[in-house]
């Protein structure tokens, strides 16, 4: 029979604005989804286009991204953007049948033309929020609960571990992760909050929790102790509607700012240009920053900046593993 | 007989923490944690025993437990935590009752119908959270809810027994052996306990005595052993199986709910294998409520215990274990087998061995510690099992066997 | 499990044949149509058009490139549905298939990737490495079942999330993976060891669906025209019969966990030969428990099995597409699990037609048997 | 019947003599394709033992069903002490006072004794003390002997008949329906049985009682009704009739009469156990001795019978024959090869045949079509398998002629084993089995429940073999059968062979008193040993030498 790229090819001649497509979290992870997703309908309204975003479904295969990934250019949208490091081979895939159309992905660096890869230096917000971790600490023990032990999530480890011990040798760390090899860790706030709800016991009274969804555990526990911090990944989360109670334990977030990345790639090729390459979105350019919402961080911001100032004119490298 | 092994397991415990120094093996937060863990699996476990005391298998209460969360957290964000206990319990039921008119009435094969279940549900949920939670511009988003995840709940303040909580907790600081212990553990009891796990505690005591010291629980239980004999002496074998799988999904579904309780809200994929868990709590439990409850406990343990302590507090289970074994092979030897007794006693000392050569354990083996330390006590248990006899069996009144 | 086919009368061949062939076609039919007017109800009480829907997915789903696809898609799921049909064959409900594949899948991957032998020497080393490690993962439960009596229900539940930290431990850079990106895998597998594929107007057609047809073949040979599938058969229906009749239950409990932990190492070939040529995190997980969907759905028959994957794959396909025009893909969940339950239902009330159907021939046949015993006594009388 | 009588509906006191019991008119039942039950009319007198007898599949059971409320009939009336009643379950029959045994055990193995009393009837005394108290007057009374706390699942069948026979009376029932009470029960046992039946009638109960057993049904019954395809055909009195002219009735036509045979025993062994021993473990966990000291030869052409209480391990004497259980010691032999240590399909191999006790649970597939039925067993052996390939064509034209040369009445053979009745499903069995011309066959309790005509067959079927050589070790609780088959006989008890006899002389009393361990060493009769092959028809012995049952062409070669 007929394909269906064929068939469509001539009925959508005319570029539709962005499509974005997403891992499981969905558009509304409280996290870097989110954030893609505020950057493009920001773009879009500056803009005047509609985006098109779609979602994963549990236990996609690659196959099924790369349906997902043609179905967007196929029907005409332009950039076709892919968000979670596993859209890297789909994107790959795809981008090598649509060579007119942009493609973006974030967190992974697949090759290509047309493909413009958005990474993010996780690791030196992470840095960042160490600092302010040693800082804020009382007791002198910070904690670091990842989701998954996945390349990802080791790099938050890795510059939280180094930005405490830059900043305060004798603060202690406390690195857990709530699953060693199962997508489940960024689904289970139960597990969360037992793990911070430990911590915390162990008198550890800044955690930093990069665990999706499972983070609103950790905060809410840390909320229920006085004195204590919570530090948000990803987007800001002191903002969040379903945090708000917690606010007031929130003391910053490490930022990725993957609405600035992904609003710059919309409105460039909306304005015919291309680009395409590895863009590492640091420290330096603002791609990641600690967020200040609440002011809970004012009065360190001295030596935030200060750190801040060290790692882009590179007197530090922050490593990106443990 | 209970008493004893209580006691024998404490001392056991304060023997290990002793020696390990590992003091959050007796402490009150990795049992509150216990709990916390144990509960929702337990809850489900002990739905599967009513599904299967009236004879039919239910490997659907993944599912119900799901409906329940959802129920729970849809009710939840609007009504309060304790509406949406009920409305989880309401969520878990709807799904035993379809489970009843596929098995019950249609006679389909239990299991089939419980997978057909787990589906149904996972379809449903997802797709009513994306309408109700997630839709643009509703309520719900407005109020935090999206595709995945309800919007937030209150919560349910915890309680403690103000004097005795204190003076557990000053006797299980003072890390004497077995008082201290022993302190800690109780205090479990009565120091931040969730509302829930009182309830639950509550209908594991109630199950027991429902289901073995009243004429509803004898009929109940012997639809499951011979529902023939049990129409033919004028019960209602449908009736029975209907209200037994009501309870059994209302019972996963208030573990579902407890969860949503717990984390307040809906969240998807929180129920993450639990309601499988609870179906092997309840074969490790014999089909008995303490059973049961003494399966999901040690399971709520293990968790507890990687997840808060992590790998050096995993490690020192392995004395445990060393133990553990070493006491079931004299057993094993003084009753006369003993190959088996020289099997168990060798495996002790490897045991051993592998602690006192090593002071923590990989990531891995700690997440995966509760589902191995469940298979070894199957393994060393199970022939001592007794299934209902007509459990699984297709029943169809005025028929013979 | 259920494992009567749809009741069969006897008579004259073909027409014992036609009836079959109607009631097997009968309820899986009944059962769409249930399930779609479950699904269109649905979607008209959240204000969808189910007829436009419907069409949607139809529409897409013929496509050439939608068949290319789903086809490629139907493979892992048709060989996970052999997997558990092995054991519903025999009353063993090995919900383990995921953890055996991964295991199998992972290991396969190591050994492939640290070897550089000629692909046709290599492609059978992978696949038997797969089918081993398969075997054993499953193998422990089939153990554990037959000489503990341990319910191999939970044993294979253990076994799936102890397999997820085994494959966690060694999926590690330094251990047996390296790192890509926020991707961690095994070493590539050389060129020449990815599987051949089918050139077609479209994508390709991945050259394993060789390997599901062959083994849906075997398992309809081995089952229906063996010795060994009789006993493996005669142990499902009844256990203490089989036992009696000089079957060792034991030994076919773990022989048949063997086997279907064996089919279940296939399940990952795929998705590793055809596709990523590696194990990673990305590997995609749950194919075990769509193959329990599956074999449900086929009623563990080698082609209802393949009709009931593609129906799945077409469902995931044109799922997707739904997004597109407005609707939500996850009325394909909803759709799944009512087609699921509907279709064992239907086939229960068919089966259960068929059987009051073959009691009543019965009943006329020693009715008639009676009545010419009459008219002879009678007779004599 | 005592105190309890308070809470039985008011018929008894409206009751005069007159006035039946049970009164069934006009009743029919029809089941897809078959007429159960059909215009059937039966009175039953208060205070009586009243026998129904009939056929396999005649209707009774149904028919009892029916009066029980579990089935409703399509036509007719019942009426209990006059009142015209229509039940919609058996809670309605409880209440009238009836009360059932049913024709298989309807009790709950892992409940106690007393769970499974008071099932259903919790709110006479409820669960606990006072309903315990209640069952020790009741099995008092009527001298039951029943202990209240034991799981059934520990208990002996002459025992759970007395739990069945004690659940109705719980309820309080003054009419009891027994469906065949006494197929699984020694003589001594089922003396006992009709002990208690006579104390019930004494007390003003009515019983209605099922029997395959003519013997039985003359010795106790007051009245007795015939049901034929269906339908009543008559009601006679025991005293106006006998064995005879009772199963012409039955069966609607002349019984061929009798005929001896001769011994066909050669000196050659066939199948030699010595000093086996077998031991298992217990519900308590304690290992316990099962086999002792089995030592027996059977020759070619010799039929060996084991008598025995059921439980005295014979079942696991054809177990550790058939290689299903591993005895702990003793060699097996088979036409001079040793086979103690071969697995059970290569016993079949080697020429065992295997007809065992419940065939439901060891000798079909039920969900399986007859052919493959055919198979089972024998999947090794021609004609269903030619190397580790089936040969279902084979197979298949080989269960043709099995239906055809068992007259296994089936309306083809790919419906399913299980649709077929019991005797059928028998006959299939005993042809598949002969089919492979076994060296030895082992038959345990091969006749059970089946009806006369197809028992007939089935013992024309074993005689025809042994006179080709066959070697039978033949196990049953049906003591003619036993006696009237064997060439020799052993006598088991709690796990041993105690004694022998010589079934020429004996008489089945003498050996049910043998079975309960009281003898020991060689039988002898007491009238004398002079016995003639004549009294060794199984049909013969209880009914006086006077044999009624069916007996197919062969059985009197002489
Ligand atoms: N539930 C049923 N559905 C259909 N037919 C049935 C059913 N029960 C009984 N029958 C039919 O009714 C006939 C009478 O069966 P019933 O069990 O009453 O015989 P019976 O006289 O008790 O035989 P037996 O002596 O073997 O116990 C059987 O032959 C069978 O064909
Ligand atoms: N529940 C039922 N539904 C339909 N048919 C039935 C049912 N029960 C029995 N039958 C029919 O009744 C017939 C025989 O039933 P049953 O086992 O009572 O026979 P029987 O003659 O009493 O055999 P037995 O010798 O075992 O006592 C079979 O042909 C079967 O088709
Ligand atoms: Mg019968
Ligand atoms: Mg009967």
């Known amino acids: 029979g007929e394909s269906s790229t064929e068939s469509n090819e001539n009925e959508n001649e005319g570029e539709k604005g962005p499509g974005i497509a997403f891992d499981v979290g969905g558009r509304d992870d409280h996290s870097f989804n989110e954030s893609a997703a505020t950057g493009a309908d920001r773009a879009g309204e500056a803009l005047g286009i509609t985006p098109e975003f779609q979602t994963a479904r549990n236990g996609e295969t690659n196959a099924d991204r790369v349906q997902r990934l043609t179905g967007l250019a196929n029907a005409g949208y332009n950039p076709v953007i892919g968000v979670g490091y596993l859209y890297g081979d789909a994107i790959a895939e795809v981008a090598a049948e649509f060579p007119d159309t942009t493609f973006g992905v974030v967190d992974a660096a697949p090759e290509g033309e047309n493909i413009y890869s958005m990474v993010f230096a996780e690791h030196e917000v992470s840095y960042l929020a160490g600092v302010a971790a040693a800082l804020k600490s009382e007791t002198g023990r910070v904690g670091f609960i990842g989701g998954v032990d996945n390349p990802l999530i080791q790099k938050f480890e890795a510059g939280f571990v180094q930005g405490v011990a830059d900043t305060n040798p004798d603060v202690e760390v406390e690195v857990d992760y709530l699953y060693a090899d199962d997508d489940r860790g960024f689904a289970d706030p139960a597990k969360a909050s037992e793990k911070a709800n430990a911590m915390l016991g162990r008198d550890v009274d800044v955690i930093y929790t990069a665990a999706g969804s499972s983070g609103s555990g950790s905060i809410e526990q840390v909320a229920g102790v006085e004195g204590a911090w919570a530090i948000g990944v990803d987007s800001d989360q002191y903002q969040q509607p379903g945090l708000a109670e917690y606010q007031d334990s929130i003391l910053t977030s490490g930022v990725k700012r993957v609405d600035v990345a992904v609003e710059d790639l919309i409105t460039a090729v909306h304005n015919g240009e291309a680009p395409s390459g590895i863009h590492e979105y640091t420290l330096a350019e603002n791609g990641v920053e600690l967020a200040t919402s609440g002011g809970f961080i004012d009065d360190i911001q001295d030596e935030i900046d200060a750190a801040t100032e060290r790692i882009v004119n590179g007197e530090i490298t922050v490593a990106s593993t443990p | ?401 | ?381 | 019947m005592p105190a309890s009588s308070s809470r039985r509906p008011a018929a008894e006191d409206a009751g005069t003599p007159d006035v039946p019991a049970v009164a069934l008119r006009g009743i029919t039942k029809r089941f897809p394709g078959v007429v159960a039950n059909h215009d059937i009319d039966i009175t039953v007198r208060r205070g009586t033992v009243h026998a129904l007898v009939g056929e396999n599949g005649a209707g009774k059971s149904t028919l009892m069903k029916i009066l029980y409320g579990m089935q409703r009939p399509d036509e007719g009336t019942i009426e209990i002490d006059g009142r015209r009643v229509s039940f919609k379950g058996p809670a309605e029959a409880i209440a009238c006072g009836i009360g059932m045994v049913h024709q298989h055990f309807m009790l709950a193995d892992n409940l106690t004794v007393l769970e499974n009393v008071v099932l259903g009837a919790e709110k006479a005394h409820g669960i606990g003390s006072r309903a315990r108290r209640r069952i020790a007057e009741l099995s008092e009374t009527y001298g039951l002997n029943v202990r209240p706390d034991v799981l059934v699942e520990d208990i002996g069948v002459a025992d759970r008949q007395r739990v069945e026979i004690l659940k109705v009376l719980y309820r309080g029932a003054r009419t009891l329906i027994l469906d065949e009470p006494t197929a699984v029960l020694v003589p001594q046992e089922v003396d006992a049985l009709f002990h208690n039946l006579r104390g019930l009638t004494a007390e003003g109960l009515t019983v209605l009682f099922i029997s395959h057993k003519l013997g039985e049904v003359l010795s106790v019954a007051d009245e007795i009704t015939v049901i034929r395809r269906g339908t009543t055909v008559g009601s006679v009195l025991p005293a106006d009739t006998n064995p005879k002219q009772l199963a012409e009735l039955m069966v609607g036509s002349e019984l061929p009469t009798p005929a001896t045979r001769e011994s066909t025993v050669t000196d050659e062994p066939m199948l030699t156990v010595s000093g086996l021993h077998l031991s298992g473990t217990d519900s308590d966990g304690l290992r316990r001795e099962v086999l002792a000291d089995i030592d027996f030869t059977i020759h070619r052409g010799e039929v060996l019978g084991i008598a025995g209480v059921e439980g005295n391990g014979q079942a696991e004497l054809v177990e550790a024959v058939m290689g299903v259980r591993v005895p702990d010691g003793g060699t097996i032999t088979l036409d001079g090869e040793e086979i103690s240590g071969a697995s059970t399909r290569r016993r079949r191999e080697a020429g065992i045949g295997y007809v065992p006790e419940d065939r439901h649970r060891h000798g079909l597939l039920l969900d399986a079509p007859l052919w493959e039925n055919r198979m089972l067993g024998h999947v090794t052996e021609a004609p269903n398998s030619r190397g580790p390939w089936l040969t279902a064509a084979a197979a298949r034209a080989d269960t043709r002629r099995i239906v055809e040369e068992y007259d296994v009445r089936t309306p083809g053979i790919e419906v399913t084993a299980g649709s077929l009745s019991g005797g059928n499903q028998q006959k299939l069995i005993v042809g598949r089995e002969m089919s492979h011309r076994p060296k030895v066959l082992i038959a345990a309790h091969p006749t059970r429940g089946v009806d006369v005509g197809a028992q007939a067959r089935i013992w024309d079927e074993i005689r025809r073999a042994r006179h080709e050589g066959l070697a039978v070790l033949l196990i049953s609780a049906d003591l003619d059968e036993l006696i009237g088959l064997s060439d020799s006989l052993r006598v088991m008890y709690r796990g041993r062979l105690v004694a022998d006899a010589d079934p020429a002389t004996i008489t089945p009393e003498e050996l049910g008193t043998a079975m309960t361990g009281t003898a020991s060493g060689h039988l002898t009769a007491e009238q004398g040993e002079t016995g003639s092959d004549a009294g060794s028809d199984p049909a013969s012995g209880a009914e006086s030498g006077d044999s009624e049952r069916p007996e197919g062409p062969e059985g009197g070669a002489r």
């Open chain 3, 1 to 381: 499990m259920t494992v009567g086919k749809p009741g069969f009368v006897a008579g004259r061949l073909n027409e014992r044949q036609r009836e079959k062939l109607i009631l097997g076609v009968a309820a899986p039919l009944l059962a769409l149509l249930t399930a779609m007017a479950i699904t269109s109800l649905v979607m008209v009480v959240t204000g969808d058009n189910p007829f436009t829907a419907f069409s949607v997915m139809f529409d897409f789903g013929i496509k050439s490139d939608s068949q290319v696809w789903i086809i490629n898609k139907a493979i892992p799921y048709y060989l996970s549905a052999v997997a558990v049909a092995i054991g519903f064959r025999m009353n063993l409900f090995n919900i383990g298939v995921d953890g055996q594949y991964r295991v199998a899948a992972f290991f396969a991957a190591v050994v492939g990737g640290a070897l550089s032998l000629p692909g046709f020497v290599q492609i059978p080393v992978i696949l038997l490495v797969a089918m081993v490690c398969g075997g054993i993962w499953a193998g422990i439960a089939g153990y554990l079942k037959a000489t503990r009596g341990v319910s191999e229900v939970i044993t294979t539940i253990m076994l799936n999330f102890i397999a997820g930290s085994l494959i966690a431990y060694f999926l590690q850079e330094g251990r047996l993976a390296e790192r890509e990106g926020n991707i961690v895998h095994t070493p590539d597998i050389p060129g020449s060891s990815y599987f051949f594929e089918f050139a077609t107007s479209v994508q390709p057609i991945h050259g394993t669906v060789l390997i599901a047809v062959l083994i849906g073949a075997a398992y309809w040979f081995v089952l229906t025209r063996t010795r060994f599938g009789f006993d493996l058969r005669a142990v499902g229906r009844s256990e203490s019969a089989a036992e009696a009749s000089g079957v060792s239950v034991t030994r076919t409990v773990v022989t048949a966990m063997l086997l279907s932990g064996a089919v279940a190492g296939l399940v990952g070939m795929p998705t590793l030969l055809n596709e990523s040529g590696n194990y990673g995190n990305d590997f995609p997980e749950g194919l075990g428990f769509t193959g329990i969907a599956i074999a449900l759905l086929g009623r563990n028959h080698a082609i209802g099995m393949g009709f009931a994957a593609l129906l799945w794959a077409f469902l995931e396909r044109t799922g997707t597409q739904l997004e597109f025009e407005g609707f939500d893909q996850e009325i394909v969940g909803v759709m799944q699990g009512v087609i699921v339950l509907s279709v064992v239902v239907a086939y229960e009330l068919v089966r259960r037609w068929g059987v009051r159907r073959q009691q009543r021939l019965v009943g006329e046949k020693l009715a008639q048997a009676r009545k010419s015993d009459n008219d002879q006594a009678e007779v004599s009388a």
């Open chain 2, 1 to 401: 007989m209970a008493l004893l092994l209580v006691a024998g397991a404490l001392l056991l415990l304060s023997l290990v923490r002793v020696i390990t120094d590992e003091n959050s093996l007796t402490g009150t937060d990795q049992w509150v944690s216990a709990m916390t863990f144990a509960v929702p699996i337990g809850l489900a476990g002990l739905g599967g025993l009513w599904a299967e005391r009236s004879g039919v298998i239910n490997i659907g209460l993944e599912g119900m437990m799901m409906l329940g969360l959802f129920a729970a957290g849809w009710i939840g964000w609007q009504h309060g935590p304790w509406a949406a206990v009920a409305a989880g319990i309401v969520g878990g039921a709807l799904g035993g009752l379809v489970h009843a008119v596929a098995t019950v009435t249609f006679g389909v094969d239990h299991i089939v119908s419980g997978v057909a279940i787990n589906i149904l549900a996972l379809g449903v949920v997802q797709f009513l959270a994306k309408q109700w939670f997630g839709g643009e511009g509703s309520e719900a988003a407005a109020a935090g809810g999206n595709d995945k995840q309800s919007p937030p709940m209150e919560r349910i303040e915890p309680f403690s027994v103000p004097g005795l909580s204190d003076w557990l907790g000053d006797l299980a600081d003072k890390h004497w052996f077995l008082v201290s212990d022993t302190a800690g553990i109780a205090r479990a009891l009565v120091h931040n306990v969730s509302w829930l796990t009182v309830l639950a505690v509550l209908l594991f005591v109630g199950t027991y005595l429902l289901l073995w010291r009243t004429s509803f629980g004898l009929r109940l239980r012997s639809c499951g052993e011979n529902p023939q004999a049990t129409e033919s002496l004028g019960v209602n074998v449908y009736l029975y199986k209907y209200l037994a799988l009501a309870v059994s999904g209302g019972l996963a579904g208030l573990g579902g709910a407890y969860l949503a309780v717990l984390i307040r809200m809906y969240q998807d994929g929180q129920t993450g294998g639990r309601g499988y868990l609870g179906l092997a709590t309840m074969i490790f439990g014999n089909w008995r409520p303490g059973g049961v409850a003494a399966g999901a406990g040690l399971f709520g343990f293990m968790d507890a215990l990687q997840t808060r302590g992590g790998g050096a507090v995993v490690h020192a289970t392995l004395l445990l274990f060393a133990l553990l074994l070493l006491g079931l092979s004299v057993w094993q030897y003084l009753r006369g087998r003993r190959v088996v007794a020289f099997a168990l006693a060798g495996t002790a000392v490897l045991l051993w061995a592998w602690y006192a050569a090593t002071d923590t354990m990989p990531l891995e083996l700690v997440t995966a510690s509760p589902y191995l330390t469940t298979l070894l006590v199957l393994t060393l248990f199970a022939q001592r099992l007794r299934v209902p006899r007509a459990v699984g069996k297709p029943y169809r009144r005025g028929q013979d066997s």
